[in-house]
């Protein structure tokens, strides 16, 4: 991919921000009522985090004020930088032909968005036709006009039944094309008790034929066994190792398709397990670890060493990549809110439901197990959205060393209940081994939705009216982009990307450009207010093509990604 290093000087500026895009599209946006609510970024630091807070009955606590929160981190007290508090809905903007953009205003504006996921691959069959006919019902009973919300899949990789709408109807249409499926990494299609529990040796045949098979033929036969428990540990092993790179995967995913869109946003997980730990130093220690670790008087089966060793292992499975993930679910202000699929149930595995708990207390979302109506948990995470304030503060930690730091939220009055995330994990993602910033805008434009990190907006000229060449122009949300101080001005570093598909998937053609520049603090001062407008030039497709574009924030990480079609 050719990469051009693209600069922008005072006197070229005027002429970029009077281009048709920015009239155009600024001809069709509302004005602004209030300041855009501040987007977390890692360059600086500034930690957000929602804070719901209710009186003893669970209605909104409304009129608090910065002077009303108390916010510490590992114990300090820390300065309040920014305080939103909820918003009313907006009507969404509109585009003009051949305009596109990833920008809130356009996905979703006014309240946070909802996420409704069905979570297929950790859940067993029976149970998505549950969960799947309580969300059904919700829907149909409970969903305002006023509220967004999207439904996603996980049946393997994420998908999307329903881009984000308020109307109930769309939902609940698109809810009725789920259909339940079986898949080879839920916990049914798996060894159903855990490796511990797997495959116990049976003895009677061996009893019952020792006379006639004789001890070589009975020993074999045990043998045989032992080997069925080893091969058992193992395909457990891979189901559950799978179903956590998937999970992380679509979380993730939802991260960068969420993240650039202000304020809390609320993840409802239908799902019969959650197989990770977002703090994985801390997930329970099993049974089987705890037998392989502890000496013991008689001697173990080679399938219970095989047991207490996958336990050991899959108790840090990933650990990295969970805390990585963690540490993008609390940079896009993603609110989880667990809801077992399994409703009301004597099981007695309480390890999957206590981490439903935890993934709710590290979010700031709450959980909803071992209950037959689940869509009244579905109910309490709509009405946290009305009572949700957001503070930011700049950690007087500065030093990003990829360690835990606990939040604590107080507020100054009597009578209510706070809950918010309770921490996050310091991680600057460019510092991370192995990072690799084509390889996040190549994962970023897989995603089912447009990655919002970065908004943007772009117009796409046809050949016909671009002197033979597919025309590509960018005005980026300046806002959105980290800044260096450098030299009196302001350093900004930003790619773009426009990569073209054939209908059948192969890439037809690709462009890149580099803005890479220190601006004065004039220009700089324009920029935020009009953004960065660029524009590219590829050769055109063949007809019935679709252009990715994309943009990155070179000192974040973080992507921009949309798609748009190629007319002629």
């Known amino acids: ?6 600069h922008l000087s005072s006197s070229q500026l005027p002429w970029l921000v009077v281009f048709a895009l920015v009239s155009s599209v600024q001809a069709q946006a509302p004005a602004p009522t209030e300041p855009p609510a501040p987007t977390i970024r890692v360059s600086t630091h500034l930690v957000l985090v929602d804070v719901v807070v209710t009186d003893k009955q669970g209605k909104p606590v409304a009129g608090l004020h910065p002077e009303d929160f108390v916010v510490e981190e590992n114990g300090k007290q820390q300065k309040i930088s920014s305080f939103t508090v909820p918003a009313n809905a907006a009507s969404p903007a509109t585009l003009p032909p051949g305009v596109y953009s ?19 691959i950790n859940t067993p069959f029976k149970d998505q036709a549950y969960a799947r006919a309580q969300m059904l019902k919700f829907v149909k009973e409970n969903v305002k006009p006023d509220e967004r919300i999207g439904v ?14 308020s109307d109930p109807q769309i939902l609940y249409t698109a809810l009725q094309h789920f259909r339940p499926a079986e898949n080879e990494y839920t916990p049914s299609a798996a060894t159903p008790a855990g490796p511990a529990a797997a495959i116990e040796p049976s003895t009677a045949p061996v009893a019952n034929n020792a006379g006639t098979l004789g001890p070589n033929v009975a020993g074999a036969v045990g043998a045989i066994e032992v080997q ?7 395909t457990e092993g891979y189901a559950q190792e799978q179903r956590i790179i998937l999970t992380l995967n679509a979380l993730n995913s939802l991260s960068r398709i969420l993240g650039g869109m202000p304020g809390r946003k609320n993840v409802i997980w239908v799902t019969g397990d959650i197989p990770l730990s977002l703090i994985p130093e801390d997930r329970t220690v099993t049974t089987a670890e705890l037998t392989e670790d502890l000496p013991s008087m008689t001697t173990r089966r080679v399938d219970q060493h095989a047991s207490g060793n996958y336990a050991a292992t899959a108790r840090n499975l ?10 993008r679910l609390s940079s896009a202000q993603i609110a989880i809110y667990p809801v077992d699929a399994r409703g009301l149930t004597l099981s007695t595995d309480t390890d999957s439901q206590e981490e439903m708990r935890e993934i709710a207390r590290e979010t700031g979302g709450r959980a909803y197990v071992n209950e037959n109506e689940i869509k009244i948990g579905v109910e309490r995470a709509f009405d946290d959205q009305l009572a949700t304030y957001t503070i930011g503060y700049y950690p007087d930690n500065k030093k990003y060393d990829g ?4 939040i604590k939220i107080k507020v100054k009055r009597d009578g209510v209940e706070v809950q918010n995330r309770h921490g996050y994990f310091a991680i600057d993602p460019t510092t991370v081994k192995g990072y690799n910033p084509e390889q996040e805008v190549a994962t970023a434009t897989t995603d089912v939705l447009p990655s919002t990190m970065v908004g943007f ?7 016909a009216a671009n002197k033979g060449k597919l025309g590509v122009t960018f005005l980026v949300d300046a806002t959105a982009l980290a800044v260096e101080d450098s030299g009196g001005g302001k350093h900004i570093n930003v790619l773009f990307y426009a990569t073209a598909f054939t209908p059948d998937g192969k890439m037809a053609g690709s462009v890149s450009k580099k803005v890479d520049q220190t601006f004065d603090d004039k220009t700089y001062q324009q920029i935020l207010q009009h953004g960065i407008l660029l524009h590219l030039d590829m050769d055109p497709p063949p007809p019935n093509s679709r252009v990715h574009l994309a943009v990155q924030d070179g000192r974040t990480g973080l992507v921009g990604i949309l798609t748009a079609p190629v007319t002629p």
Not at 108 to 119: A, H, Q
Not at 152 to 164: K, S
């Open 228 to 234: 069925l428990q080893a091969f058992a540990n193992v």
């Open 318 to 327: 990933n650990a990295e990549e969970i805390r990585e993930t963690a540490a």
């Open 102 to 120: 990833n920008r809130p205003q356009y996905r979703s504006p006014g309240r946070p968005v909802t996420v409704l996921l069905l979570d297929a």
């Open 1 to 6: 991919m050719r990469r051009i290093s693209f």
């Open 403 to 406: 360690k835990y730091r606990n």
């Open 152 to 165: 996603f899949t996980l049946t393997g990789p994420l998908n999307v039944l329903q881009d984000f709408t």
């Open 457 to 463: 907006t772009a117009q796409i000229v046809p050949p």
